[in-house]
């Protein structure tokens, strides 16, 4: 079997937000935008990294890491044809009730409407 991660890999290192300061960062400089689901905050930045908030008011532990696999999955599908830059996504408590699918469009449509896919594909995006 080769050492070589699979493609679509979300990359626990490699794209990981870190440490608190860095979602701090991203808190108080970053551009916000909303959703009924979910808010995505954005920096740019030369290299990709991505974090995912899901808060303790979002209901149970069990509920909180589905919606975090949810997004880390939605985002992996998505990252390729994003711009580089820091991203956090904070789940509202209205995903907790809300199918995958329904939550898997408010992540493109979020990411179309902050303009973070690259120039080739927005065309395709729309």
Do not use: W
């Amino acid at each position: 079997m080769t050492n070589t991660p699979h493609p679509y890999r979300l990359g626990r290192r490699e794209f990981s937000l870190g440490k608190n300061r860095n979602y701090q960062y991203v808190y108080r400089k970053g551009k916000s935008f909303a959703s009924r689901y979910m808010v995505l905050i954005y920096v740019p930045a030369r290299e990709m990294k991505v974090g995912f908030s899901v808060s303790s008011k979002v209901g149970n532990a069990v509920c909180r890491n589905r919606l975090r696999r949810y997004f880390k999955e939605d985002f992996r599908m998505l990252r390729s044809r994003m711009k580089e830059g820091k991203y956090v996504f904070v789940a509202r408590q209205s995903a907790k009730d809300a199918p995958h699918g329904v939550l898997k469009t408010h992540m493109a449509s979020l990411i179309r409407r902050a303009e973070l896919f690259k120039q080739a594909d927005s065309h395709e995006a729309s």
